[in-house]
Nanobody
Framework: QMQLVESGGGLVQPGGSLRLSCAAS????????MGWYRQAPGKQRELVAA???????NYTDSVKGRFTISRDNAWNTVYLEMNSLKPEDTAVYYC?????????????????WGQGTQVTVSS
């Protein structure tokens, strides 16, 4: 199986910065895409940013120019640098990995999720 552990959330004032980290561990076979999603109260979970193993990135329009996703394939880690934070960025941020992990003699492909980390932007 694959486990994802996030860190780096917290409370920050508008205009401030935070850096989220997510490390994947376990019986990993491969990870194709690592990314960050967020879910605000009363809203659906949405993709924030994603990064392929080859380094291609994708961002939702509302964070372009403010957030930067990066990835360390050797350590199965993904980061999200968040700058110029706005109150509307407040949400629980979830790490996601699309890939495969060994389980009971087979390889299970699918989406793996972290437990989430709270980001609150408020003065």
């Amino acid at each position: 199986q694959m486990q994802l552990v996030e860190s780096g959330g917290g409370l920050v004032q508008p205009g401030g910065s935070l850096r989220l980290s997510c490390a994947a561990s376990g019986s990993i076979f491969t990870i194709n895409v690592m990314g960050w999603y967020r879910q605000a109260p009363g809203k659906q979970r949405e993709l924030v940013a994603a990064c392929t193993s080859g380094g291609s990135t994708n961002y939702t329009d509302s964070v372009k120019g403010r957030f930067t996703i990066s990835r360390d394939n050797a350590w199965n880690t993904v980061y999200l640098e968040m700058n110029s934070l706005k109150p509307e960025d407040t949400a629980v941020y979830y790490c996601n990995a699309e890939g495969g992990a060994y389980y009971s003699g087979t390889i299970q492909f699918g989406d793996y999720w972290g437990q989430g980390t709270q980001v609150t932007v408020s003065s």
